[in-house]
C-alpha cells in the first residue's frame, strides 16, 4: 500500500477529524471541507478525496441520526435531486473548476443574503411547497456533484422549513449518504478517483469517526439560537470563500 508523505497524510488527519465533526455537527460546512482539501491536491482529484471521506462520515452520521430525519421531505425531493446531479455530471465534464466555484459561491451568497427576508420568504414557500423542493433539490444536485458543496443550499432550505437542530442534522445525514452514493458512478466515469490516495485515505479514515463523536456533543451542547447563528455565518463563508479563491487564484 503506498502512502503520501507524512506532512501530507497529517493533513489528511486533519481533514477526517474535520469531517466527521461537519458530519455530526454542522453537515453545512461541507464546502468548506471540499476547498480546503482542494488548495492541497489538484480540484478534481480533491472531489474524489473528499468524496470517500464523506461517505465515511455520511455512514455514521446516519447511525446516530436516521431516527430524526425527516422522511417525508427527503422522499419528495428524491426525483429534483436525481435531476441535479445528473446535470451536475453533464457540468463536471465540461466546466473547469474555477468558474464553478465562483458559481456557486455567488449562488450561496445570494442565498444568504436573503435571510433577512426568511418570515416572508417561509410564507411563500408554504404556499409553493413544490417549487421550493424542486429548485432546492436541483440545485443541491448540481453543487453536490461539481464541488461536495450542496451543504450551504440544504442548509438554507432546512432552516426554512423550522426544523430543530436534531431533525436538521439527521434529515441531513440521509440525504448527504443517498447523495453521495449517487454520485460514485458519475466520479468513476470521469476518473476523479485516483487510486494512488486510495491507502492514505483508507489509514486516516477511522479519524471520521473521532470527529463525529466531538460533533455529537457539540450539537448537544449548543442551543437551537447559535446553532442556527453558526450555520448562516459559515455557509456566508463558504460562499465568499469560493469567490474570493477564483479571483486570488
Known amino acids: 500500500m503506498t502512502l503520501l508523505p507524512t506532512d501530507i497524510l497529517l493533513l489528511l488527519c486533519l481533514v477526517a477529524l474535520f469531517t466527521g465533526f461537519i458530519k455530526a455537527g454542522v453537515p453545512s460546512l461541507g464546502t468548506l471541507l471540499t476547498a480546503s482539501v482542494a488548495l492541497i491536491f489538484p480540484p478534481r482529484d480533491a472531489l474524489g478525496i473528499t468524496l470517500l471521506y464523506l461517505l465515511v462520515g455520511d455512514t455514521i452520521a446516519v447511525s446516530l441520526y436516521w431516527r430524526l430525519a425527516h422522511w417525508k421531505e427527503l422522499i419528495k425531493m428524491i426525483l429534483p435531486v436525481l435531476t441535479g446531479i445528473i446535470l451536475g455530471g453533464i457540468s463536471l465534464a465540461y466546466l473547469d473548476n474555477d468558474n464553478l466555484g465562483l458559481t456557486l459561491g455567488l449562488v450561496v451568497i445570494v442565498l444568504v443574503s436573503l ?43 432546512f432552516l426554512l422549513l423550522k426544523l430543530d437542530k436534531k431533525a436538521f442534522v439527521g434529515t441531513g445525514s ?7 452514493v449517487a454520485k460514485i458512478p458519475i466520479f468513476i466515469g470521469q476518473d476523479i478517483f485516483q487510486p494512488m490516495y486510495f491507502g492514505s485515505v483508507l489509514l486516516t479514515a477511522p479519524l471520521v469517526l473521532v470527529g463525529a463523536l466531538g460533533g455529537k456533543k457539540f450539537l448537544e451542547w449548543i442551543s437551537q439560537l447559535w446553532f442556527n447563528r ?5 455557509t456566508a463563508f463558504a460562499g465568499v470563500w469560493l469567490v474570493l479563491r477564483y479571483f486570488t487564484g
Open 115 to 157: 435571510e433577512p427576508l426568511r418570515p416572508q420568504l417561509t410564507d411563500w414557500a408554504l404556499d409553493h411547497p413544490g417549487s421550493v423542493r424542486s429548485g432546492s433539490g436541483v440545485i443541491a444536485g448540481i453543487a453536490t456533484t461539481i464541488g461536495n458543496a450542496a451543504g450551504p443550499i440544504l442548509s438554507l432550505y
Open 174 to 180: 440521509i440525504f448527504f449518504l443517498f447523495v453521495n
Open 230 to 234: 453558526i450555520v448562516l455565518s459559515f
